[in-house]
Nanobody
Framework: QVRLVESGGGLVQAGGSLTLSCTAT????????MGWFRQAPGKERVFVAA????????YYGNSVEGRFTISRDNIQNTVSLQMNSLKPEDTAVYYCAVQSIYANTYEDPLGYNYWGQGTQVTVSS
């Protein structure tokens, strides 16, 4: 059983930066694609970014493209999300997740079978 723990969230002013980290325990994730999602109050969980198991390809949601960067360290069993030029609309709980080998797309949260508990990011205007 894999356990994911996110950290690095907090309160930041618009235009600022934060780096989120996701640490996995229980087994190695070096063979799994990983993703970040976010969920604002009263809204659905939406795709933020994904990274292939080998770290060679990354994918981003339209609203974060060019501002966020996903990366991974398969030795440390971690996935990170560097967030720059933050906007108030980036405010949400951010979750990391392990993509199922049966998933068809990176954007669908139903294609992920392990989730962390989430970390709150609040961007003030």
């Amino acid at each position: 059983q894999v356990r994911l723990v996110e950290s690095g969230g907090g309160l930041v002013q618009a235009g600022g930066s934060l780096t989120l980290s996701c640490t996995a325990t229980g087994r190695t994730l070096s063979n799994n694609n990983m993703g970040w999602f976010r969920q604002a109050p009263g809204k659905e969980r939406v795709f933020v970014a994904a990274i292939l198991w080998n770290g060679r390809n990354t994918y981003y949601g339209n609203s974060v493209e060019g501002r966020f960067t996903i990366s991974r360290d398969n030795i440390q069993n971690t996935v990170s999300l560097q967030m720059n030029s933050l906007k108030p609309e980036d405010t949400a709980v951010y979750y990391c997740a392990v993509q199922s080998i049966y998933a068809n797309t990176y954007e669908d949260p139903l294609g992920y079978n392990y989730w962390g508990q989430g970390t709150q990011v609040t961007v003030s205007s």
